[in-house]
C-alpha cells in the first residue's frame, strides 16, 4: 500500500517562500514518477510540477516557471516543491501525486495519469 503525507504549507506574504514536502511510504519509491497539483475551491485540481522517477527531468506549469522547483531525494524517499515569489494567486491546497513507472525519464502533468495522492496542504498567499 502507497501513502503519501505532505508537510510544511502555511502562510506567507506575497513575495515570499514557502517550502512543501511529500514523503512516500510503501511501494517501490524509485519506481515513481512525482508531481505536485493545487485546488482551490470550485475548480479543477490543476498541475504544478512534474518530476521524472531519475530527477532528471522536471516539468512547470507557465504560471510557475521560475518561481517553483521540484526535487526528490530517492533516498530519503522525498519530493519538495520550493515556492519562491509567491503571489496571492498561489493560494490553493497543494497535492503530492506519484503515478508507478517503468521509464526513468518521464513526467506527467495530467491529473488522470497519477495513481497516488496525499491529503493535500493548504499554502495562503496574503497581499
Known amino acids: 500500500q502507497v501513502q503519501l503525507v505532505e508537510s510544511g504549507g502555511g502562510s506567507v506574504q506575497a513575495g515570499g517562500s514557502l517550502r512543501v514536502s511529500c514523503v512516500v511510504f510503501?511501494?517501490?519509491?524509485?519506481?515513481?514518477?512525482m508531481g505536485w497539483f493545487r485546488q482551490v475551491p470550485g475548480k479543477e485540481r490543476e498541475f504544478v510540477a512534474g518530476?521524472?522517477?531519475?530527477?532528471?527531468?522536471?516539468y512547470y506549469a507557465e504560471s510557475v516557471k521560475g518561481r517553483f522547483v521540484i526535487s526528490r531525494d530517492i533516498v530519503e524517499n522525498t519530493v519538495d516543491l520550493q515556492m519562491n515569489s509567491l503571489k496571492p494567486e498561489d493560494t490553493a491546497v497543494y497535492y503530492c501525486?506519484?503515478?508507478?513507472?517503468?521509464?526513468?525519464?518521464?513526467?506527467?502533468?495530467?491529473?488522470?495519469?497519477?495513481?497516488?495522492w496525499g491529503q493535500g496542504t493548504q499554502v495562503t498567499v496574503s497581499s
Open positions: 510503501g511501494g517501490a519509491y524509485s519506481g515513481f514518477a
Open positions: 501525486a506519484a503515478k508507478e513507472v517503468s521509464n526513468s525519464g518521464t513526467y506527467y502533468y495530467t491529473r488522470t495519469a497519477y495513481d497516488y
Open positions: 518530476i521524472s522517477w531519475s530527477g532528471g527531468r522536471t
